[in-house]
Each structure stands twice: as C-alpha cells, then as structure tokens.
C-alpha cells in the first residue's frame, strides 16, 4: 500500500526514543524527510538521526524546548527553509506528572502544562501556516488512557487537554485539507527506568495481556499522516491492547 509520505517534510518531536525514534525510521522508509528534535536527549536523537539517514532521509536533529516559542518557530523555520514545504506535524514531547496533587511541586504542575499542552500550541502554531500556504496537512498529537481510566489528575488533565485541542484543529483547518487526529498509547514496551515497576499487574487486566510494541503505535501515526488517512479527522486511537473500550 502506497503512503503518498514520498519526499513530504516530517516534524517530530520527542524523538530521541522509544516511539518518536520509530515513528522516524518508519516516515524515513516511507521516503519522508525529517527534522526531528528533543529537549534533552541529543544522544539518543543523534541514534534516531542516523537510523533515519540509513533509511534514506535528510534529516534536521536539534535539541529543542518546546515550551520556548522563539526556539520553536527557529526550529520550523530551519525545517521549512531546508525543505522547501512542512507537511507533517507529530507532537510526540513529553512531560510526566505521576504524582499526588497535594504533594506535586507547583514547578512541576506548570511544566506538565507547558510541555503536554503549551508545546504542541506552539509547534501547531508555527508549521500549520506552511500547511495552509499548500492546501495539504497532517497534525498528530498524542493524548493516552489516563483520562478514561483515572489516573493522576495532572496526567489526566493534559491528555484529555490534548484530545479537545485535537478536535479543535480538526474544525478549524479541515477547510485547508488539513487533517488532525490523536493516538493514546497504553502500556508500551519503551526505554523506561521504571517501566517494570509501572507495568506489573496490568497485563492480565487487558485482552491481549501483553504491553504493546513502539513499532505497533508508530505505524498508526504514519497512517494517519500518510494519503490513506485522508479521510479521518477529528479523532482519538487509543492503542492499548484493549485496556480500554471506546
């Protein structure tokens, strides 16, 4: 099946691991080029960079706060002038409130706002106008199944934040063939100190009793970002082994 992803210009962020790395190599094998960031991981974003290049992308890495929005349009700009045209934006960064409410630093609450919500704003801000200028786009943000199965209210907050935000972009900017659309992963086999920890227990409470792969939730994204997924708007997948029915 044919993506139509040929020689479009991919934004990730967020990718240095786990599933933005494989969101990279797969938009790469696709023929995408790339211009992929993180707010700290250089290493594992040079990692993700080659991997792409390998894959036969130019790829753009730069270390990027995307809660920063001068650092943001720069970041896009760089892309858009490399590229000549931004036809993808994934808004993969992310921040984890995990903790009590009454025990979380306010420092903490305000940067789970600033990264979860604030961020994705910020990117969208700056690259949808390219889409605009070319009547062609994709958005994908993502939420998570904190929201429907209760979870820390930070957490839950930002992820079903991201889901009306999602919504939002979808009714504005369909007119512009733009498309925008969100996916919740759940439990994920990812590059996490304290993953085992996280996930012990909830195997057996969902049907496939098993936690899903990175590869199974990027190539979901590259779906909906590619020309098959031109039709879908609007809309939250949650892929999370059927932890949750929606």
Not at 1 to 20: H, W
Not at 103 to 113: A, L, Y
């Amino acid at each position: 099946m044919k993506t139509g992803l040929e020689g479009r210009a991919v934004l990730i962020t967020g990718a240095g691991r786990n599933i933005g790395r494989r969101m990279a190599v797969m938009f790469a094998e696709e023929g995408a080029n790339l211009a992929i960031c993180t707010s700290r991981n250089m290493d594992g974003l040079d990692a993700t960079a080659a991997e792409a290049e390998k894959a036969g992308a130019k790829v753009i890495a730069q270390q990027v706060d995307v809660t920063d929005p001068e650092a943001v349009a720069g970041f896009v700009e760089k892309a858009h002038k490399e590229f000549g045209r931004i036809d993808v934006l994934v808004n993969n960064a992310v921040y984890r409130s995990e903790g009590d409410l009454l025990e979380e630093p306010v420092e903490s609450w305000m940067r789970n706002i600033a990264v979860n919500l604030h961020g994705p704003y910020y990117m969208c801000k700056s690259a949808i106008p390219h889409m605009i200028d070319a009547k062609w786009g994709r958005v994908v943000n993502f939420s998570g199944i904190a929201p429907y199965l209760g979870s820390y209210p930070g957490k839950s907050m930002v992820k079903l934040g991201i889901v009306g935000f999602t919504r939002g972009l979808a009714k504005q900017y369909g007119k512009h063939n733009i498309t925008a659309n969100c996916i919740g992963p759940g439990y994920i086999e990812v590059e996490r100190d304290d993953f085992q920890d996280k996930s012990k227990g909830v195997h057996g409470h969902q049907p496939l009793r098993r936690g899903g792969a990175p590869e199974e939730v990027a190539s979901l994204a590259v779906y909906l970002a590619s020309e098959n997924g031109g039709y879908i708007t609007g809309q939250c997948y949650l892929a999370n082994g059927g932890a949750y029915f929606q």
